[in-house]
């Protein structure tokens, strides 16, 4: 796999910021091989233009197959843009037998998907489903991806420019691949068992009041209304059904966690109720985001991705083996990346302008990346929130 080719812009006009970008994608060297495949993440300033900017992309690089969508804020090696008119463009040049577009209008069907970039539309009912169905048709189950996200109407490309429902591109198992999730949160309690629960309401935690359990971690009590409403904002519930894979490296939550909000709490029976549903042998640890937890769980996915490119090995790598002597530099050994976080994390969460690129450009090197901030994120066949999502290309 050749290294793909990036390039974006910020401007009023879609236009320009099409002719500005498209000006380092065809700077001569950036691309050895005529590209295939196409990835657009434009600003929600762009949103009404969106069959016109496809149409253009079409137009200046015939043959390409796009997929995309529109993002609140969008990101690029090293660069943030959010609340500005901007276009973030990344070329591959992959044989198209190792790849399928899909749509509603274009099913996949008929190919041999091992993973799957996904965009949705937020306001798609039964959303979970559906990505649960799209999963179940991958041989490895895993989606990446997320849901558009625009205050001026949502739009998502995928040789078509659509709304409702979800589109992406599918991959063979031949297109080498590694996706971690970082969540940023940081466990304040234990991790411990639902031992009761009804709908959305934890009613016991290790046979004990759900309440009791969070006051305790929380050192606070019901006595204490001023000092416990505070903390009962900030904190959320960590809920996994697998106790071994719950917290990952550092202390920091694994993939197979999903951070929701806590909802509500009940005095008189003692519950605390959360944002989903939960189940009789689930886990929960009550946990809290700040910019020092999200830093840290960033750096570690990234030091994973390397670590793992360097080995050549991992337990949860969708690479493929290769021969040879000593590996080259992590760097080099990515020909691209996408990157997909929340919309309420970006600079503004990490404390300064473009940080979270910056901390991943800094972790992996300047390599080719594309994406935008999300209204919620896609891993495996999970939605998530307040997450990113890193997936990187594997160069041969």
Same mark, same amino acid.
């Given at each position: 796999?050749?290294?793909?080719?990036?390039?974006?812009?910020?401007?009023?006009?879609?236009? $320009?910021?099409? @002719?500005?970008?498209?000006?380092?994608?065809?700077?001569?060297? @950036?691309?050895?091989?005529?590209? @295939?495949?196409? &990835?657009?993440?434009? %600003?929600?300033?762009?949103?009404?233009?969106?069959?016109?900017?496809?149409?253009?992309?079409?137009?200046?690089?015939?043959?390409?197959?796009?997929?995309?969508?529109?993002?609140?804020?969008?990101? +690029?090696?090293?660069?943030?843009? &959010?609340?500005?008119?901007?276009?973030?463009?990344?070329?591959?040049?992959?044989?198209?037998?190792?790849?399928?577009?899909?749509?509603?209008? *274009?099913?996949?069907?008929?190919?041999?998907?091992?993973?799957?970039?996904?965009?949705?539309?937020?306001?798609?009912?039964?959303?979970?489903?559906?990505?649960?169905?799209?999963?179940?048709?991958?041989?490895?189950?895993?989606?990446?991806?997320?849901?558009?996200?625009?205050?001026?109407?949502?739009?998502?490309? +995928?040789?078509?420019?659509?709304?409702?429902?979800?589109?992406?591109?599918? &991959?063979?198992?031949?297109?080498?691949?590694?996706?971690?999730?970082? *969540?940023?949160?940081?466990?304040?309690?234990?991790?411990?068992?639902? %031992?009761?629960?009804?709908?959305?309401?934890?009613?016991?935690?290790?046979?004990?009041?759900?309440?009791?359990?969070?006051?305790?971690?929380?050192? @606070?009590?019901?006595?204490?209304?001023?000092?416990?409403?505070?903390?009962?904002?900030?904190?959320?519930?960590?809920?996994?059904?697998?106790?071994?894979?719950?917290?990952?490296?550092?202390?920091?939550?694994?993939?197979?966690?999903?951070? !929701?909000?806590?909802?509500?709490?009940?005095?008189?029976?003692?519950?605390?109720?959360?944002?989903?549903?939960?189940? $009789?042998?689930? !886990?929960?640890?009550?946990?809290?985001?700040?910019?020092? +937890?999200? !830093? !840290?769980?960033?750096?570690?996915?990234?030091?994973?991705?390397?670590?793992?490119?360097?080995?050549?090995?991992?337990?949860?790598?969708?690479?493929?083996?290769?021969?040879?002597?000593?590996?080259?530099?992590?760097?080099?050994?990515?020909?691209?990346?996408?990157?997909? %976080?929340?919309?309420?994390?970006?600079?503004?969460?990490?404390?300064?302008? %473009?940080?979270?690129?910056?901390?991943?450009?800094?972790?992996?090197?300047?390599?080719?990346? +594309?994406?935008?901030?999300?209204?919620?994120?896609?891993?495996?066949?999970?939605?998530?929130?307040?997450?990113?999502?890193?997936?990187?290309?594997?160069?041969?």
């Amino acid at each position: 796999m050749q290294p793909f080719a990036c390039g974006h812009a910020a401007h009023p006009d879609w236009r $320009m910021a099409l @002719t500005m970008a498209a000006a380092q994608l065809d700077t001569p060297g @950036t691309a050895r091989q005529a590209p @295939t495949l196409g &990835f657009a993440y434009f %600003s929600d300033h762009y949103a009404a233009h969106a069959e016109a900017l496809l149409e253009a992309l079409r137009q200046r690089w015939p043959g390409v197959a796009w997929v995309g969508c529109v993002g609140v804020g969008l990101l +690029a090696s090293g660069v943030e843009y &959010f609340d500005e008119p901007a276009l973030v463009l990344m070329l591959a040049a992959l044989p198209r037998e190792q790849f399928r577009v899909f749509s509603g209008a *274009q099913p996949l069907a008929g190919f041999d998907a091992f993973s799957a970039l996904v965009h949705a539309d937020p306001a798609t009912p039964e959303l979970g489903e559906l990505l649960n169905e799209l999963s179940g048709r991958t041989d490895s189950g895993y989606l990446f991806g997320g849901l558009a996200a625009s205050r001026n109407g949502v739009r998502h490309l +995928a040789d078509g420019a659509w709304q409702g429902g979800l589109s992406g591109v599918a &991959f063979a198992k031949s297109v080498p691949l590694l996706s971690r999730v970082t *969540q940023g949160c940081q466990p304040i309690g234990p991790v411990r068992r639902i %031992s009761a629960a009804q709908d959305n309401a934890v009613l016991e935690l290790d046979g004990e009041p759900a309440l009791d359990c969070l006051l305790r971690d929380l050192d @606070t009590s019901l006595a204490e209304p001023r000092k416990l409403l505070p903390k009962l904002r900030a904190t959320l519930a960590g809920l996994s059904e697998e106790h071994e894979t719950m917290l990952a490296r550092g202390g920091q939550f694994g993939s197979d966690t999903q951070v !929701r909000h806590l909802v509500g709490v009940d005095p008189q029976r003692g519950l605390v109720a959360v944002a989903d549903s939960v189940r $009789m042998g689930m !886990r929960l640890a009550f946990c809290g985001r700040d910019a020092q +937890a999200a !830093r !840290r769980d960033l750096v570690r996915i990234c030091s994973e991705i390397r670590d793992e490119l360097e080995a050549q090995v991992g337990d949860h790598a969708m690479v493929a083996p290769s021969a040879g002597d000593l590996p080259p530099a992590a760097s080099q050994r990515i020909a691209g990346a996408l990157y997909i %976080s929340c919309a309420g994390r970006g600079g503004p969460h990490f404390g300064a302008p %473009s940080a979270e690129a910056q901390i991943i450009r800094h972790a992996l090197g300047d390599v080719p990346l +594309a994406g935008f901030f999300a209204g919620g994120e896609i891993a495996r066949h999970h939605l998530y929130g307040y997450t990113g999502v890193l997936t990187v290309f594997v160069t041969e």
